[in-house]
Structure formats: structure tokens, C-alpha cells
């Protein structure tokens, strides 16, 4: 073989390996995220399931919170649509923001819900609403662990797909970057106790 055929093929296959390896990487990285978004989906699924007892059992004890109830279950509504929007269009940018901000209203209705819920003794001392704010923190803490683990996993890709040379392995071949989630006001969560002297 002479060193020009040799030179030639070698000129021919460095580049495709590099392709392939370039390819494979992004494709590993977007597969990552797919998983990362599914364990999220999971996590507002069992939040989304526990909703709809807790406003059952709440609503014997507060009729005159009604409003209160009823932005629970319309919140509730809407982030279950943009969930199931989402995973369905996933990576859609757009679907992934709706998602977002229908989580942000429902952990705001909840806590609405959920401070109700502290102002009434009655209800503080019902065992199933004592067991579904449990259930409904334990979730918190898990859709906040799995947001976490989701947004590691998008700034690899993203990492992966904006690094130079494979942003050009990127276009060609349409990975395109993924959006962050972020940090909504979790069901544990209260504001500040504000101190005066």
C-alpha cells in the first residue's frame, strides 16, 4: 500500500470515526435526559394523584374556602394537561416552560391549601390529611431531587451539544439545547417568619 493511499484513507477515516463517536455521545446524553425528564414525570404524577384526596377530605371540614378548594383543583387541572403536554412533546422548549409554570401555580394553590390547613385544628388533627401532607412533602422533596438530577442532565447535553467540534455533529444532525427547570415553591416550603423587635 502506497503512503498516499494510506494518507488518503486515513484522511477518510479519522473524521468518520470522530463523527460516530461524536454522534454517539450526544445521542447518550439526550437519552440520559429522557430519563431524567421520566423520573420527574413520575414525581408530579403522584403529586398530582395526592391532590385530589387531600382537597376531598379538606372539603368537609371548609366549606367557607371554597375559592381556596377550587384553585387547588383548577391548578391541578392544568399542570396534569402540562404534564402530560410535555411528555408528549418532550424536548419541546415551549412545553417544557408551560410545565413549569403550571407546577409553579399548583405548589402555590397547595401552600395556600396547606396553610388552611394549619389554621384549622380540626384538620390538623384528621389523620388522612395528616397522612396526604405527608405523602405530599415526601413528593416535594422528590420532585425537587429529580429537578435536580433532570437539570444535571440538561446542562451535560447542553454542554455536549454547544463543545466545539461537536456543535457541528449538533446541527447536522438536529439536537437541539434543552431548557432548564426551575425551582418552584415546594409544598415544605413557607415564607420567612418575619421578626420584630
Not at 422528590?142 to 446542562?155: E, G, K, L, P
Request: proline fraction near 3%; charge should be positive.
Amino acid at each position: 500500500m502506497s503512503a498516499g493511499l494510506l494518507s488518503f484513507l486515513l484522511l477518510l477515516v479519522v473524521p468518520l470515526v470522530w463523527l460516530a463517536l461524536a454522534y454517539n455521545r450526544l445521542v447518550s446524553l439526550r437519552n440520559a435526559l429522557r430519563n431524567a425528564f421520566a423520573q420527574i414525570d413520575v414525581q408530579l404524577k403522584r403529586r398530582h394523584d395526592l391532590v385530589p384526596g387531600l382537597v376531598e377530605v379538606a372539603q368537609a371540614y371548609l366549606v367557607h374556602e371554597r375559592r381556596t378548594l377550587e384553585s387547588v383543583v383548577a391548578a391541578r387541572q392544568g399542570a396534569a394537561a402540562a404534564r402530560a403536554s410535555a411528555a408528549a412533546r418532550w424536548p419541546d422548549a415551549h412545553a417544557v416552560d408551560r410545565l413549569d409554570a403550571a407546577e409553579g401555580v399548583l405548589s402555590n394553590a397547595v401552600g395556600r391549601l396547606l396553610a388552611v390547613v394549619e389554621a384549622h385544628p380540626d384538620l390538623q388533627a384528621d389523620r388522612t390529611i395528616g397522612r396526604l401532607t405527608e405523602e405530599l412533602v415526601s413528593t416535594e422533596n422528590r420532585i425537587a431531587f429529580a429537578r435536580q438530577v433532570y437539570n444535571d442532565a440538561v446542562t451535560d447535553y447542553n454542554v455536549g451539544v454547544e463543545r466545539f467540534p461537536d456543535t457541528l455533529v449538533a446541527a447536522a444532525f438536529a439536537f437541539r439545547r434543552a431548557r432548564l427547570l426551575h425551582a418552584t415553591r415546594g409544598v415544605a416550603e413557607r415564607e420567612p417568619v418575619a421578626v420584630t423587635a
